[in-house]
């Protein structure tokens, strides 16, 4: 048997992963950001370019704030 993580399907010409690589756990990234004049906060998965907006409208009408990065261990 080989060590090879991509076995191919008999049936198919495209390669297709083995169970250990579709199982391979791999840390999650967590970002919390939150909206310094209304504490709302949100978590995102993803690496972001920009900082996420606050629309609440009932906190600070339409007003468009920038959320701030939360750090790890610093909570506001």
Known sequence: MSTNPMSTN??????TPS?????????????IWQCPE????????VRV??????HNKAAHS???IDMQRQ???TPQ
């Open 71 to 73: 750090r790890k261990g």
């Open 49 to 54: 370019q920009h900082a996420p907006i606050c």
């Open 38 to 45: 209304c504490d709302n906060r949100i978590i995102l998965h």
């Open 19 to 31: 169970a250990a690589v579709i199982n391979n756990a791999t840390p999650r990234r967590v970002h």
């Open 62 to 64: 339409r007003r468009r």
């Open 10 to 15: 008999p049936m198919s010409n495209s390669p």
